[in-house]
C-alpha cells in the first residue's frame, strides 16, 4: 500500500495540504481520518471543505451527532466517531447512503469502524510532533487513491 508522509508546521499548513489533496478527490472517495486528540483531524476537514466551496465557519466537529452535511460542489459527508459505542449506532444511520453516495465521505476516528470500514479509502493519520507540528500520513487502501497518496 503506497504511503506518503510530511509535516505540517501549524494549522493553516494542514488546511493549505488538505486543500491540495482535496483537488483529487471525486464523488464516492472516502478519507478515513486518524489520529490523537488534537491533531488536526477536523482541521483537515475544514481544508477539503474550503475547496468544496464550503464555508469553514459552517464546518465543525460533528461529536454529538455523528454526521454533518455540507452542500458545496460536491457534498461533503462528515462523520466524526469519537463518542460511538458500538457500531449499531452507525447502522442506525444508514452509513452505507453516505459511504457509497454521491459526495466525498470523511470520517473521524474511523478506526471505530472495525469491520465495517469501506475495502478501499485513504487513510490520513496525524501524529503530534511537538508545539504545532503535525506528522500527516497518507497511505492508499485500493488503487483509485494510489495517485493521492504520494
Known amino acids: 500500500?503506497?504511503?506518503?508522509?510530511?509535516?505540517?508546521?501549524?494549522?493553516?499548513?494542514?488546511?493549505?495540504?488538505?486543500?491540495?489533496?482535496?483537488?483529487?478527490?471525486?464523488?464516492?472517495?472516502?478519507?478515513?481520518?486518524?489520529?490523537?486528540?488534537?491533531?488536526?483531524?477536523?482541521?483537515?476537514?475544514?481544508?477539503?471543505?474550503?475547496?468544496?466551496?464550503?464555508?469553514?465557519?459552517?464546518?465543525?466537529?460533528?461529536?454529538?451527532?455523528?454526521?454533518?452535511?455540507?452542500?458545496?460542489?460536491?457534498?461533503?459527508?462528515?462523520?466524526?466517531?469519537?463518542?460511538?459505542?458500538?457500531l449499531n449506532e452507525i447502522s442506525r444511520l444508514g452509513y452505507e447512503e453516505f459511504f457509497y453516495g454521491d459526495g466525498i465521505c470523511v470520517i473521524e476516528w474511523a478506526d471505530k469502524l472495525k469491520q465495517l470500514i469501506p475495502s478501499e479509502y485513504l487513510s490520513v493519520v496525524l501524529k503530534h510532533q511537538g508545539g504545532n507540528k503535525r506528522l500527516i500520513t497518507l497511505q492508499a487502501h485500493g488503487k483509485r487513491y494510489e495517485y493521492i497518496s504520494h
Open 1 to 86: 500500500m503506497p504511503s506518503f508522509s510530511f509535516i505540517s508546521n501549524s494549522a493553516k499548513e494542514t488546511t493549505r495540504w488538505a486543500k491540495r489533496i482535496a483537488q483529487s478527490l471525486k464523488a464516492k472517495d472516502i478519507i478515513c481520518l486518524s489520529g490523537d486528540l488534537g491533531t488536526g483531524k477536523t482541521t483537515f476537514v475544514k481544508g477539503i471543505a474550503q475547496y468544496l466551496k464550503i464555508k469553514e465557519a459552517e464546518v465543525n466537529s460533528p461529536t454529538f451527532t455523528l454526521l454533518n452535511v455540507y452542500e458545496g460542489k460536491i457534498p461533503l459527508y462528515h462523520f466524526d466517531l469519537y463518542r460511538l459505542d458500538n
